[in-house]
Nanobody
Framework: QAQFVESGGGLVQPGGSLELSCAYS????????MAWYRQTPGNQREWVAS???????NHKDFVRGRFTISKDNAKKMGYLQMNSLKAEDTAGYYC????????WGQGTRDTVAS
């Protein structure tokens, strides 16, 4: 079954950067819009950014100008470059295809703290 595997999280100081990666093991990666989501304990998963089949991107207001979503169709990989990180960016981050019924991956966690 197709899987999403996220990686790249870690501990970073405020103002620092991380790049998250998403590996997709299924087929037709290039046919889907891909998105990143994040979740903190006790809260629902929220959408962060998405990139369409054609490469158009959209970012949530609270990350616009700091985060950049991208993808490599040939490698079936998605990325989320996160700059100027803030404590409130601390969360588990997940990649997925919006409205897809495919199972979610384990996510990768980033912690922004001094």
């Amino acid at each position: 079954q197709a899987q999403f595997v996220e990686s790249g999280g870690g501990l970073v100081q405020p103002g620092g950067s991380l790049e998250l990666s998403c590996a997709y093991s299924g087929s037709s990666f290039n046919m889907f819009t891909m998105a990143w989501y994040r979740q903190t304990p006790g809260n629902q998963r929220e959408w962060v950014a998405s990139i369409s089949r054609g490469g158009s991107t959209n970012h949530k207001d609270f990350v616009r100008g700091r985060f950049t979503i991208s993808k490599d169709n040939a490698k079936k990989m998605g990325y989320l470059q996160m700059n100027s990180l803030k404590a409130e960016d601390t969360a588990g981050y997940y990649c997925h295809f919006p409205r897809s019924l495919k199972p979610w991956g384990q996510g990768t966690r980033d912690t922004v703290a001094s």
